[in-house]
Structures are given as C-alpha cells and as structure tokens.
C-alpha cells in the first residue's frame, strides 16, 4: 500500500512541477501570472523532495549517510513547500487585484 501511495504522490508531484514550471516560462504571459505558477512549482517540488526524504527511512538498513540525505531532503522539501504555497497565496490575492481593477 505504502509504494502505491508513494510512487503516485512521487509521480503527480514531478509531472506536476514540470508542468508550472514550462507553463511559467511561457512567453506573453503576465509577470505576476508567471509569480503564482512558479509558487505551485515550487510546492510541487516542496512535496516531492518530502517524499524522497520520507523514502529514506524506510529501508531495513538505515546508514548515517542514508538518514543524513534523508533529513536535508525533508528539509529542504519542507521549506519549499511553505515558501511555495506563500508566494502562490500573495501573488494569487495581488493578480486578483489587479484584474478587479483592470475591469
């Protein structure tokens, strides 16, 4: 059960982070458009590097290195999935603004 849930979370956030970030880099897109899609990359990429770090200790043996590299990605995840759903949040309420405004 643990390997299904954990090769589709894996899955769904790399084609997920993938996605926003050519969606992001498109041309004649708005900046604060190309600000929101980069903060729902940078989540997805958030929860993909909580699931890989999660994946380390799961293994029967677990090394000094495989626990290290395991709390670095889980950091590291952690935070990029905070910042990233921050800035998707501010820059998503600033667009909306400044569509009201425009119309």
Do not use: D
């Amino acid at each position: 059960m643990w390997l299904a849930i954990y090769y589709t979370g894996v899955l769904a956030s790399l084609i997920a982070s993938v996605y926003f970030s050519i969606n992001a880099r498109r041309s004649g897109i708005h900046p604060l458009e190309s600000r929101f899609t980069l903060g729902k990359m940078n989540a997805a990429m958030g929860c993909l590097l909580l699931l890989l770090g999660i994946n380390q200790f799961t293994f029967e043996t677990i090394t000094t290195v495989r626990a290290v590299v395991g709390i670095v990605f889980i950091l590291v995840g952690g935070v990029n999935l905070v910042l990233g759903l921050r800035n998707y949040v501010s820059y998503r309420r600033e667009w909306r603004n400044l569509a009201k405004k425009n119309s």
